[in-house]
């Protein structure tokens, strides 16, 4: 996607969840990450109406607050396949890892999950960072193998890494807010400007509620959202 850059923000709000359509404006060939199924039918008709050819539907990681749209997307478009990290151990057509292109590079940052991936698109300074970086914070790390080491390490090892002009995408806002740039969460991110053990301690004693589609959620996510 190094030519013009067709890119749509798209929200869904029951769950407050980002997706994100990339295409390249000459070949038409697209990306969708993080689609929510109650959203795939608007999803699809955005495609159809710019003419795009969606090859992927790429998920950061199995969700537990919503039901992945992947697998519903795959019966509407045909051709699409569906992705998601290898170490997610979750059904897709395509399982990556750390260092896997897919148009886009990968990156793994587990922490809020095993299977956490972050999505960079280098020609526009662009990077998609599922759960792992929120803008101003960070996915929680209580369940779902979460570990507040790893998910501090991933972030400044594989994110904070980036160049300083690299606009981050989250795959969820609760504030209003759409994008954060590297430079600004380095500054100004209340828990991973921290000390390694100040993060851990925060995240450790956030005693945040039960995800509240977590038990129909995770059990679908790992059957592509198509569980019967």
Do not use: W
Not at 165 to 173: E, G, K, V
Request: with cysteine; charged share 20%.
């Amino acid at each position: 996607m190094s030519a013009g850059l067709i890119f749509r923000q798209l929200f869904e709000s029951k769950s407050s969840t980002y997706s994100y359509l990339l295409a390249c404006e000459v070949t038409k060939q697209a990306v969708l990450i993080d689609p929510v199924i109650e959203t795939v039918d608007r999803d699809a008709g955005i495609v159809k109406q710019l003419g795009l050819v969606l090859k992927f539907a790429i998920n950061t990681h199995v969700h537990a607050d919503h039901v992945t749209g992947s697998g519903k997307l795959k019966s509407l478009i045909p051709g699409c396949q569906s992705v998601i990290a290898e170490a997610s151990q979750a059904k897709a057509n395509v399982r990556v890892k750390h260092g896997d292109k897919l148009q886009l590079e990968t990156r793994s940052t587990p922490g809020h999950t095993d299977g956490c991936l972050t999505y960079v698109l280098h020609s526009h300074r662009m990077a998609f960072t599922g759960d792992a970086l929120l803008i101003r914070g960070c996915g929680r790390t209580d369940f779902q193998q979460g570990s507040p080491e790893r998910l501090y390490e991933s972030v400044h090892s594989q994110i904070f890494s980036l160049p300083d002009n690299y606009q981050l995408y989250p795959a969820h806002d609760y504030t209003g807010q759409t994008v954060t740039t590297v430079a600004e969460e380095k500054k100004f991110n209340s828990r991973l400007t921290k000390t390694k053990s100040e993060f851990v301690d925060i995240m450790n004693n956030l005693n945040l509620p039960y995800p509240k589609q977590i038990d129909a959620a995770l059990p679908a996510n790992m059957v592509c959202g198509l569980q019967d």
